[in-house]
């Protein structure tokens, strides 16, 4: 069985920056594909950002392109979501997914998407 916990949300003021941690345990990840979605109230949930645990085939939503950084940690077989430059439509309840194989152009649909973290909130106040 695999899990992702997600950790590093909070609250946080306009142009200032958070960085998420999706932690993985249950097996190798070596070749998964991670995402990080974000489900704002009233809103669906979208993809923010997503690459193959190697690194490459990254992707990044327009809305946080520049702003937002994907990166990982093979050895602590962590994900990280480094958000800087903050902006108050950036709240929003962040997950990560993870896939065993991956097309880039499947990124975006949750459906593909074998397993969940259980989300962790990020507001960013005005």
């Known amino acids: 069985q695999v899990q992702l916990v997600e950790s590093g949300g909070g609250l946080v003021q306009a142009g200032g920056s958070l960085r998420l941690s999706c932690a993985a345990s249950?097996?190798?990840?070596?070749?998964?594909?991670v995402g990080w979605f974000r489900h704002a109230p009233g809103k669906e949930r979208e993809l923010v950002a997503a690459s193959r645990w190697s690194g490459d085939n990254t992707y990044a939503a327009d809305s946080v392109r520049g702003r937002f950084n994907i990166s990982r940690d093979n050895a602590k077989n962590t994900v990280y979501l480094q958000m800087n430059s903050l902006k108050p439509e950036d709240t929003a309840v962040y997950y990560c997914a993870a896939r065993g194989t991956l097309d880039y152009y499947d990124y975006g649909r949750m459906e593909k998407y074998d397993y969940w973290g259980q989300g962790t909130q990020v507001t960013v106040s005005s």
């Open positions: 249950g097996r190798a990840f070596s070749s998964y594909t």
